[in-house]
């Protein structure tokens, strides 16, 4: 009986570093994944220019992010080589492995892209759709790492990179939106709706990473906002107030160009912070419970022999040694599950609410930013919570893709 019950805390513990030893390869991959969307972002905002200044404008630029882009998947690759395949010591292995095959998927359509591109074969619209797709493919696969996070420091550092990649990602779509405004020297009333929808939704995501983050993290992004440059308001408020800007069409579209990427470029220096707090994060977490597992190994040793054998009948006392390791462990678990439940009801709804976006996204062909405001007035309309609706809708689709079948 006390061999049985030592041998399971062991277990245990050994099963926890296993764990975390994953999601320390997986923090890995979050990180390469960050500079991959990174890049993909500035080819995206260079085929932008490119094509809203009918070729003018950054030709030969289009080849170097291309590259830049190309080098950054190795290294995602390289990230992916080091997973388990089998899947054995993670959680949510099926649903991860079938984001990582969309990425990879994603990034196929690539090559065809470029080549639409540099011959002026796609419209600057169509391309923008198509790049963000594959980001946002890539932001989901950094949102599933976080779902499978059993370890509530690891889920919360998660969430907050994800969050933050998220709000920076709508941030490159505000650079692309404006940038086509202002190279066409005509805002209508979809752009303007569509640019304050995309600066709605990037508070959103920073009010999330505001939660979750850490105070170095915090501090970080403060430092960033003050450093915003008026020019960079000025612009802003041009594209979302006026019909026809007063400035030349090509020169303020590369100077708005200039002056969000700045923003962006520092939001990519929070988010090189974040992936070293998680990383740290993740070290922390191995480093402890491998010294605890030590402890008890320790603990165990000192136990008398008698103690520990294998016994079919249960003995009229159970070691009180024993007892202790077992109630300690299981202490140590309940208070992980505890913090880990608040922080599994957040994943669950943004799970909820992305799927949805991504429902209405996929089949009424609505960016992001729309599809959100769409479940978003649902919401209010009902006097429901945003999750419900997302909820609500996904079982109505799922009962109507049943009935086709």
Known sequence: MSLSALSFVLASKKSEIICLQQLLEMGKLVG??????????????????????????WAEQLSERA????????????????????????????????????????????????????????????????????????LALVFEAADISGDPSISRALLAMFSFMQGKELAGQERASGAAGFAARHFDDVAHQ?????????????????????????????????????????????????????????VAALRWFEVTTARIDGMKVVEDLLEEVLMA?????????????????QDIGQIPQQESHYSALIPPQLSRSVLELVEQQSRQLQALDTELAGLRATLAERKLVERAKGLLMQHHGLTEPQAHKTLRDMAMNQNKKLSDIAEAMLAVSAVFGKKGE
């Open 194 to 250: 569509l640019l304050l929808a995309l600066i709605e939704g990037q508070e959103r995501c920073f009010q999330t990473f505001r939660e979750f983050a850490d105070v170095r993290c915090l501090a970080l992004w403060q430092q960033q906002l003050s450093a915003d440059s008026s020019e960079f308001e000025r612009l802003r408020r041009i594209a979302c107030t006026r019909t026809t800007p007063a400035d030349d069409g090509p």
């Open 67 to 138: 590259l830049q882009v190309q080098m950054a998947e190795q290294a995602v690759d390289q990230q992916l080589l080091a997973l388990d395949l089998n899947g054995q010591s993670m959680g949510n292995a099926p649903r991860l492995f079938s984001r990582i095959a969309a990425v990879l998927h994603s990034l196929s359509t690539l090559p065809v892209l470029r080549r639409q591109v540099r011959a002026q074969d796609i419209s600057q619209p169509e391309a923008m759709r198509q790049y963000s797709e594959v980001i946002r493919t890539h």
């Open 32 to 57: 390469a994944v960050s500079q991959l969307i990174h890049v993909l972002q500035r080819e995206r905002g260079t085929a932008n220019i490119y094509l809203c200044t009918h070729g003018e404008l």
């Open 281 to 297: 994060c993740c070290r922390e977490r191995i480093r402890e419970a491998q010294a605890s597992l030590a402890l008890q190994q």
